[in-house]
């Protein structure tokens, strides 16, 4: 992506702007995506004119939703078919939107097709909001890391505050549950310690009932003493009511560690950390792995899963939820190799291998991640089919648990609506192995899996009547993505996680 290329935003209910959580560079849209954009314009101002709307309202409706997507599939199937056959490819995609063309024309059936009963916990939500004291002028620098002019507020920290994120997560999707996860801050006031998810998990039961938000602790053995990290995580601990462990082993502060302590010229405080969560508690530890552009140098190998198996074999007591996968963002997947050799292995490959060289699958303490991982895999059936269907056919249906990463790209609505559509294709399931990713697969990683981990019962989300929630979804201004879009935005908030 060049320096200061922006892509013209259209207000499209399925957002596939080029955009980023912070962490990866984000990739200009593909040939695919602008087509089935383009095609989806072509529908949307012929539907518009027929019924006499406006083109915009029409767009934002469920219709808009379903037009997208089913574009997306129809582009996807022609490029495959029309593109020559090579090794380990199939002539379709290996993954496809099932959406009727009746969805794109008719409000009804488009909300049949897209809505859902399921429980949905998002396991990996942020928000910026002010520390205790005022805002600090380390928490004015790291928003303006985004480009946050588009979410309309007068002050860019009002984008991410807690307000945002409650309409975002809770008003704008189905979202029943979240959970609040640390970000690798060690500013201070970091504008999301402990107290300030905390006091977002009281607002957010206030509103809607409790039991519905969970928080992480941070911790960073990397940083400092580990004897200080491991008092951190016991004050915490008595504190607040801390659900898991958040840690990235590839940040902050250029002081990289993995889980297993292999590598002996890195920090050595992997297997000290884990034992302080076997003392502690709770047991659960959630580790970024994956998009390893935040940090720069040898980021990238220490946001490698290679260390996952180990750790999660030495410690089986501990659950390991592995955020993003091992995804790397602009990286070819394809099937799964087993005869690869293991440095040549990249982005979720180097997962699946870790698992498989430690026998760890369906009813092993290793979960799999979507958030980020899904936004990005979703504007390529093909890619997102091999990826879902690698974790599918690793660890099964048990081991796979939603998040989508928001608010940084604001309602993860579109990304529910996306994945309830989404079918790994029978050519695939063939060719591949792959399990078919059935109405109880997605029920099981949009909330089940997660609720069984973290010992919760499934809430019912924040209802508002059917017709209510459409008529809305139309006057409401477009979900707009909050994360840096050029490759100078990203870099200007890696400075400040890694500092």
Known sequence: MTEGTHVERIPFPIKWDAVSNGEFIPPLPSPLVLEAQRRTLEHIEREARRRGLDRRVFLKGLCGSATMLSMLAACSKDSTSSSSSTAGSTTSPSGTFTVP?????????????????????????????????????????????????SCGEEDAIDCFRTEHWLDEIFGRSETSMAIISAIPIVIDPNPLSTAVMAEAKR????????GRVLIHGQANPNVGEIAATVDGMRALVDQYPIAAWKVYTHIPGGLPWYLDDRDPEAVQCGRAFLDAVMEIGPRVVC???????????????FASPIDIGPAARDYPEIDFIVYHSGYESGGAEGPFDDDADADALRGVDRFIRTLRDNDLGPEGNVYAELGSTWRAIMQSP???????????AQLGPERICWGTDSIWYGTPQ????????????????????YPALDAAAKQRVFGLNSAGVYGVEPVAPCELDPAATEASRRASPPSVPLG????????????????
Not at 203 to 210: L, S
Not at 287 to 301: R, S
């Open 382 to 392: 093909d890619t997102a089919g091999h990826v879902v269907g690698k974790l599918l």
């Open 101 to 149: 063309s009746e969805a794109t024309t008719s409000t009804s059936v488009a909300g049949e097709v897209l809505g859902g009963r399921e429980f949905i916990f998002d396991v990996q939500t942020h928000l910026l909001e002010t520390a205790p004291g005022g805002v600090g002028e380390a928490i004015s620098s790291f928003a303006l890391g985004f480009p946050y002019a």
């Open 484 to 499: 840096p879009r050029t490759a100078a935005e990203v870099r200007a908030l890696i400075s400040m996680h890694a500092s």
């Open 287 to 301: 580790v970024h792995k994956g998009f390893g552009g935040l940090g720069g140098g040898t980021a990238f190998d």
């Open 414 to 433: 579109d990304q529910i609506e996306a994945f309830r559509t989404f079918t790994i294709t029978e050519e695939a399931q063939e060719q591949f192995g």
């Open 203 to 210: 607002v957010a039961e206030r509103v809607c009932g409790d």
